[in-house]
């Protein structure tokens, strides 16, 4: 069992930048590690993944704009935020993933607006 708590989420001026956390409450080490977002009347979507070797996969929205990370040894994941766009507004959240067990954090709330 891995409990996930998402952080760094808020209003945020299109253009702008947000850095987003995922705290696990075990190592998660040999875990793949995700983000995903859902925006209002919309499915949850694939954002970013990075694997338990550091190998990292984006949704083609987001290349170029997002950047996640992991640092095994805090047990956390990050996705870097840049050049925020209106599309972006939605709850975003973490999940880990190791074989056919899959854990997901609460969400936290990103909006970009002016």
């Known amino acids: 069992q891995v409990q996930l708590v998402e952080s760094g989420g808020g209003l945020v001026q299109p253009g702008g930048s947000l850095r987003l956390s995922c705290a696990a409450s075990?190592?998660?080490?040999?875990?793949?590690m995700g983000w995903y977002r859902q925006a209002p009347g919309k499915q949850r979507e694939l954002v970013a993944t990075?694997?338990?070797?550091?190998?990292?996969n984006y949704a083609d929205s987001v290349k170029g704009q997002f950047t996640i990370s992991r640092d095994n040894a805090k047990n956390t994941v990050s996705l870097q935020m840049n050049n925020l766009k209106r599309e972006d507004t939605a709850v975003y959240y973490c999940?880990?993933?190791?074989?056919?067990?899959?854990?997901w954090g609460q969400g936290t709330q990103v909006t970009v607006s002016s």
């Open positions: 990075i694997s338990s070797s550091g190998s990292t």
């Open positions: 999940n880990a993933n190791f074989g056919i067990v899959s854990y």
């Open positions: 075990r190592s998660i080490r040999a875990y793949a």
